[in-house]
């Protein structure tokens, strides 16, 4: 069984948010199953850098400039397919933003040619059977292969976050090479405009997405995003399966950015994981919990309720830090209250992925207050690392943190129902003998791929037997 896994980031060529992560960990995974499976990426600098023995397999006549297939493996051993086009993606930081911000004038361009390249696969050495595209940047690729009635591969779409859309109006359709009939309800179009999103989750032959939980919220109002009717209507063919933790990366008794490794059984190192933090950020010493944060500043992580229920997290010696970029209002807003809780609230702005696991290594509480989660990713970590999850109800927090037993769970978007779990997680702080029998639960839970990787292995079967 050959899979082509399509997808906008992958780590460790690029990532911007946990799909980066998916797209490395659960094809090992799925290789560890004996799955053949290939990745297709744009060929961003980082990309070209980094790939290992690479060569071009083919000409892309069909895109702007000189453009070629490249195929070489990433450090794990994966093939990977990269779009070398230089027209469409030779261009420095983020994937999807240009330097002030705002997303890049053509990217229906440059993502309508990933569609392209997987749906019109160039590559006579190799052919997918079934073609697994990730949000909407891979979109267009399963709306290629159905329109294109030829014999084709099945096609696979996972939605990673239900609320980027992908949307460019109605003028690119030609430019894509997309036929007008397919601008209909029955197609791509979302409210008048071409909707990359739309056009996975309408051509695809079966959907997936990254929870149970949040498989049934968007078939409501209002995660949904006005495509809950037609989520509901193919409910037959969609299915939640929990993402997992790349547990070669996230292993607090081998990660090589901690001061101090340790497991369940050798907790004491943890203390001194958190007493190196706590200088490394200039936070005072406090007999509170430290509350850590690693998030994306953007309105779904639900970052305002952390800073509104500030002065509680503060009260009886908790300190609080925070690392995310995002919104400018969210990180300002962030940057003033370090300020003005000096060794008591320390804010590091920017992306760190060193720090990141010195925050799950050094942290008592990770907090993970978002209004929606399609899986999430940190509160996994937490639970590996013994840094118990505080989350709201929702998504695939919902999924994976027990209330009271492996973490502290809160339903509504408020100010006081967020205060109300932290006065309990404080509570059960000052009990160490409570706290650490929740650290052990907790770092019990299987986080690992093993179990999703099958169902997903379990889906690839059904839609190509043998
Ligand atoms: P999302 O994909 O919605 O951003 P996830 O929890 O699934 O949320 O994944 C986020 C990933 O990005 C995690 O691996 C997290 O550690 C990482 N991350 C988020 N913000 C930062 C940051 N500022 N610095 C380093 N890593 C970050
Ligand atoms: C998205 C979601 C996040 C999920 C990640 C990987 O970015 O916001 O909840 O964990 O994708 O699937």
Redesign the pocket.
């Known amino acids: 069984m050959k899979i082509l896994f399509v997808t906008p980031e992958a780590l460790p060529f690029v990532k911007t948010?946990?799909?980066g992560?998916?797209a490395c960990a659960l094809p090992c995974a799925l290789a560890a199953l004996g799955v053949e499976i290939r990745l297709l990426i744009p060929g961003y600098p980082s990309v070209l850098d980094q790939l290992r023995g690479a060569r071009a397999v083919a000409e892309l006549p069909d895109l702007p400039g000189r453009a070629h297939l490249v195929r070489g493996s990433g450090e794990d051993g994966i093939t990977v397919y990269a779009i070398d086009c230089p027209a469409l993606y030779a261009r420095p930081g983020n994937p999807y933003l240009g330097p002030d911000g705002n997303d890049w004038p053509d990217n229906h361009l440059r993502f309508g040619a990933l569609g392209r390249v997987a749906a019109f696969w160039p590559d006579p050495a190799w052919r997918p059977d079934i073609v697994h595209g990730n949000d909407w940047q891979s979109g267009l690729a399963a709306a290629y292969l159905a329109l294109g009635g030829r014999p084709r591969p099945a096609t696979v779409f996972t939605i990673?976050?239900l609320a980027y859309q992908g949307l460019f109006p109605r003028s690119v359709l030609a430019e894509l090479g997309l036929p007008p009939e397919s601008f209909s309800i029955e197609g791509l179009e979302y409210y008048g405009q071409v909707g990359f999103l739309k056009a996975g989750l309408w051509y695809a032959d079966k959907l997936t997405t990254?929870s149970p939980t949040y498989a049934e919220e968007i078939q409501h109002e209002p995660l949904g995003f006005g495509l809950q009717g037609l989520l509901r209507g193919r409910a037959g063919d969609l299915v939640g399966i929990l993402?997992g933790v790349d547990t070669r990366l996230w292993d607090p008794a081998a990660d090589p950015h901690l001061p101090a490794r340790y497991d369940s059984e050798r907790l004491g190192e943890k203390a001194r994981a958190k007493e190196a933090l706590r200088r490394e950020l200039a936070l005072a010493e406090a007999p509170g919990p430290l509350a850590v944060a690693v998030t994306r500043l953007t309105e779904?992580k639900g970052m305002d309720l952390v800073l509104g229920a500030l002065p509680a997290i503060l009260a009886d010696g908790g300190t609080l830090a925070v690392l995310g970029a995002g919104d400018a209002a969210l990180e300002a807003a962030f940057a003033d209250a370090a300020r003005g809780a000096p060794g008591r609230v320390a804010v590091r702005l920017g992306y760190d992925e060193a720090l990141s696991h010195r925050l799950q290594g050094g942290g008592d509480i990770v907090l993970v207050p978002s209004r929606f989660?399609?899986?999430?990713?940190t509160q996994m970590y937490g639970l590996r690392y013994g840094t118990l999850p505080l989350v709201r109800r929702t998504?695939?927090l919902a999924d994976t943190v027990e209330d009271g037993k492996t973490g502290f769970v809160f339903s509504a978007p408020t100010v006081e129902a967020f205060v109300d779990a932290w006065t309990r997680a404080r509570t059960a702080f000052a009990s160490p003998r409570l706290w650490q029998e929740m650290q052990h639960r907790a770092m019990r839970v299987d986080v690992s791929w093993r179990r999703s990787a099958e169902r997903y292995l379990a889906l690839y079967r059904d839609l190509a037997p043998g």
């Not at 989660?373 to 990713?377: A, H, I, R």
């Open positions: 948010g946990g799909l992560d998916v990673h976050n990254v993402n779904q989660e399609p899986c999430g990713l998504g695939g």
